[in-house]
């Protein structure tokens, strides 16, 4: 499906960035446009893909270009006030080419924390067009005032959005690496999950046609009626279809007889999508609960068997409990790659999610603690003990 990218804050613009750099090199499509919204100077000038145009600085009067400093309620009153010069950007997006808008920001920072959920609401109100998110988790170690942004943005956030599709940064942390080099290897793994998501609804022309093709609307349906969705990912690298206990053979492939090639493709599908599910998702949860789920499965078109992807559909109809459980394949001609991708839409056995609300609430609590306790210190230590000294004025 075709989507008009908004990028909010630094790993909003980031995350558009390497949006835009899988287009290219997948040709999958999917960014019908990118516009990244930021208060800081800086980081809108490190952006590579997006373009110079379609960059929107705001907030100039209030913090002159050097952000808002983890202040995500400075964040939110800024886009507020600056709604129009982010509209002035988005009046230039061919928005009756789009299918949704999706807006991408981390929610422990400012600009994107307070940002996102006032795109959001002021979206709603204008377009028809579903609007998403993609939210982004703080690491668990990275303090208080993260927490605490990050927990009430989602609240806000999945609020005002159509669906909050969330990526937890601490389900994900690489250790041993420089966090910049941790924060690219991360950020590609976001895309390569979204990307094969939203590519499955925008078949390109490649020619290579699946048996029953993810279309758009099964998207969106999916993510219809709202709440917070995760994305489970697993794939194989497809071997020669002549050698014989390779991944995957092809129907037609020489080793062994027709059926129990067929056979074979099926169990591996079937057990491709079982890794998905059950492995490392973008938000850890419960699957069992899940209101809507689905399922794509991506991958040169003779690799895609549909009784696979109908049995793997099956299994996730079983482990979810839902009723409405979609499925379907998305050809890529030359990929040499076979992937399922399942996503799990209205997920709410989330105890990442209860656990982060647990310490925002904590920090709450501590920083006013904290800000009492010093403004009492502070009094102390200016006011003479008994009181004798007069101020000035
Ligand atoms: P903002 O510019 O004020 O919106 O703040 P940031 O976007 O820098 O948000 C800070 C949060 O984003 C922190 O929780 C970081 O863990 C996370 N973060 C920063 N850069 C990246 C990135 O490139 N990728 C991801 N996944 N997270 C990031």
């Not at 497809?238 to 080793?255: R, W």
Request: net charge negative; aromatic share 4%; charged share 25%.
């Amino acid at each position: 499906m075709k989507l008009a990218m908004i990028g909010i804050g630094q790993a909003g613009g980031k995350i558009l960035d390497k949006f835009l750099e899988y287009d290219e090199r997948t040709d999958s499509g999917i960014v019908r446009s990118a516009i990244a919204v930021n208060t800081a100077k800086a980081d809108l000038m490190g952006l590579e893909k997006v373009p110079e145009d379609n960059r929107v600085l705001i907030g100039q009067s209030r913090v002159k270009g050097h952000g808002v400093g983890a202040d995500n309620e400075l964040g939110a009153e800024i886009a507020e006030e600056d709604i129009d010069e982010i509209q002035g950007a988005i009046d230039n997006i061919p928005v009756h080419e789009v299918d949704a808008f999706l807006i991408i920001a981390a929610l422990g920072g400012g600009t994107g924390s307070g940002g996102a959920p006032v795109l959001a609401k002021h979206l709603k109100r204008i377009y028809t067009e579903p609007v998403y998110g993609i939210g982004v988790l703080p690491g668990k170690d990275e303090g208080g005032i993260y927490t605490l942004n990050a927990a009430r943005s989602f609240q806000t956030f999945v609020s005002e959005v159509d669906n909050l599709l969330v990526f937890d940064n601490d389900a994900w942390r690489k250790s041993g690496e420089s966090i910049q080099g941790g924060y690219d290897e991360i950020n590609e793994e976001i895309v390569t999950r979204f990307g094969i998501l939203f590519g499955a609804g925008e078949v390109t022309g490649s020619g290579d046609v699946g048996e029953s093709v993810v279309d758009s609307s099964e998207i969106i349906n999916t993510l219809a009626g709202g709440g917070v969705s995760t994305i489970g990912y697993a794939s194989e690298t497809v071997e020669n279809s002549g050698s014989s206990g390779g991944f995957l053979s092809k129907i037609t492939g020489s080793g062994g007889s027709e059926t129990e090639d067929s056979a074979n493709t099926t169990n591996r599908i079937t057990s491709l999508v079982r890794k998905a599910a059950l492995g490392r998702l973008t938000l850890p949860c419960e699957i069992e609960g899940t209101e809507r789920a689905l399922l794509v499965v991506a991958g040169p078109s003779s690799y895609l068997n549909r009784k696979g992807i109908e049995r793997g559909r099956k299994w996730l109809e079983e482990q979810t409990g839902s009723m409405e459980v979609r499925g379907g394949d998305y050809p890529v001609g030359d990929s040499s790659q076979v992937a399922a991708v399942t996503l799990l839409s209205g997920v709410t056995n989330v105890p990442r999610i209860k656990e982060l609300q647990g310490k925002a609430v904590e920090a709450q609590e501590n920083m006013d603690d904290i800000r009492q306790e010093s403004e009492a210190a502070l009094q102390d230590l200016v006011e003479d003990e008994d009181d004798e000294l007069e101020p000035l004025f």
